[in-house]
Structure formats: structure tokens, C-alpha cells
């Protein structure tokens, strides 16, 4: 996908995340022949197989809702050259007048720096009265474990289901005189965000959120990645966290985007391409 003669730009840990909304200029597109019309689809068509088919990528597709974006894509590639050039082949996949980017933003997958360490949890289980090296407390510890590094790789390495319903922000923590995140002590943001975490983790089953970095590469801190089968779930989650602290107190959220997940030929009929 890339120039192979370059060598990889893999970061050490996590995933390149793109995500990319396009309107589409109709009046380009009835410039051309039916013919041509039929061979760009194709081109993108092949072109969105092509990155599907590429070791260590994914593309999930959207019709945009509301008159913000017509198409929507989110690209995740672990070598930075990968994503480059797919963007690059995406914006110009229907011709060179035809999509013009209305928003789009990069981050990364990232671990959270408040993920509870295993030293942590082990003097948790101390403190519930599990003697340090007795059956309860190894098998505990065995547990936790495992369930870290399924955790890590779905944040790290996420594999995206095909959710009918996409929400896209993104979102930074406040630095102002008044309320300034970063002036907090660690241990108290901390305890704000596992608060937060426990107010998302009620949506289960309904929501699957990704949280990707962006501090030094895009102009917000993170971008936020909601999947859901039902609209409904995504204004509640949204809605709900808004009251928790962290939100209400420390968080500035950019434009909200959202898509519907579809394949392409409904896609093409969709934005009547």
C-alpha cells in the first residue's frame, strides 16, 4: 500500500487511527460520462478491498448523517506510511473534484496512564483480607491478569465490529485558570477517572467506545470513537457522562459526527453517486 522502499513508521505500542469525512461536489460528478461514473466506483470500490485485504489495517465505511459529510471513513493502520497513502488514494479514489474533506483528524490507540498496575490491585486484594501468596489471592491475580491483556489489546489493537451506528468527537481536557486539569494532582485524576470509566461501563453491550491520543498530532487531546446499533444508546451515554465530574468540570468537546456503517453499493445509492 505504501512505498516499499521506505522503511516502516510503526509505533512502539498502538495503532495510526484516521478518520475522514468528505462532501461530495454533485456538480464534478454529473461533469462526467456514465462510463467514467461506473469506473471511479469501481476504483473506490477496489481501493476499499485493497486496504481491507492489508496486513494490520482496517477501513469501516459510513454514509454521513446530516449535511456536515456525505462520506465518512475510519482507517487504522499500524505503519503511519500505510495510512498516509491510503488517505492520500481515498481522497481522489472518485476523481480529483469529487470529494472535499470537511473534517478530518488523527490520533492513535493508546493505554489509559490510569489503568489500574497489577502492584495496585494486588494490595487491593491485601486489603479485602487475601493473604499475599494464598490460593484466593494467586488465582485472583491469575485473573486480573488475563483480563488486562485482553483489555490492553482492545485498546491498543482494536478489531471494529460492524456496528450500524457511528459517533465521532473529539474532546480536551480543560487548562483554565478556574478549572485546570493538568494542575490536579495525579492521584485525584485518577480517582475522577475511574469514576468516569464506571459511569461508561454501564453501557456494555450497547456502546463500544474507542478512545484514541492525539495530543501533538491533531488540534484536540483525544478523539472518541462510539459504535451502537441504536442511536438512542449514543445521545444516553453522551448525555449521562455530561454529568459526571470529569465532563461537566474538566472536558471541552469539539463538532459531533455521525455516520450509519454501510456497504458500499447502498453507499453509492445512498449519496446518489
Known amino acids: 500500500m505504501s512505498d516499499s522502499t521506505l522503511p516502516p513508521v510503526i509505533p512502539a505500542e498502538g495503532w495510526n487511527v484516521l478518520h475522514l469525512f468528505y462532501r461530495v461536489d454533485h456538480g464534478a460528478w454529473s461533469l462526467l460520462s456514465n462510463e467514467e461514473q461506473i469506473a471511479a466506483k469501481t476504483r473506490l470500490s477496489e481501493l476499499v478491498q485493497e486496504i481491507r485485504a492489508t496486513e494490520n489495517c482496517q477501513l469501516l465505511t459510513f454514509a454521513m448523517v446530516s449535511a456536515k459529510a456525505d462520506i465518512g471513513f475510519m482507517l487504522l493502520a499500524a505503519d503511519l506510511h500505510t495510512a498516509n497513502a491510503c488517505e492520500k488514494r481515498l481522497s481522489l479514489s ?15 490507540t493508546e493505554r489509559s496512564e490510569y489503568t489500574t498496575s497489577e502492584e495496585e490491585f494486588a494490595a487491593g486484594l491485601v486489603k479485602e483480607g487475601h493473604a499475599a501468596g494464598s490460593p484466593e489471592y494467586e488465582q485472583k491475580l491469575t485473573d486480573f491478569r488475563t483480563r488486562m491483556v485482553k483489555y490492553l489489546k482492545d485498546r491498543l489493537y482494536p478489531v471494529l465490529p460492524p456496528w450500524e451506528v457511528m459517533c465521532f468527537y473529539p474532546m480536551s481536557k480543560r487548562r483554565g ?11 485525584e485524576r485518577k480517582k475522577l477517572m475511574g469514576g468516569h470509566a464506571k459511569s461508561g461501563r454501564a453501557w456494555h453491550g450497547k456502546i463500544l467506545q474507542l478512545i484514541t491520543g492525539s495530543t501533538g498530532l491533531d488540534d484536540w487531546e483525544w ?51
Open 177 to 187: 485558570q478556574v478549572k485546570n486539569w493538568y494542575s490536579l494532582p495525579f492521584d
Open 94 to 108: 472518485l476523481g480529483p473534484d469529487i470529494l472535499t474533506p470537511t473534517f478530518t483528524y488523527y490520533s492513535m
Open 223 to 273: 478523539g472518541v470513537t462510539l459504535l451502537a446499533h441504536d442511536p438512542k444508546d449514543i445521545k444516553g451515554i453522551v448525555y449521562e457522562m455530561r454529568f459526571d465530574e470529569v465532563s461537566a468540570a474538566y472536558a471541552e468537546f469539539g463538532e459531533f459526527y455521525i455516520g450509519l456503517q454501510v456497504p458500499l453499493d447502498e453507499l453509492f445509492r445512498r449519496v446518489q453517486l
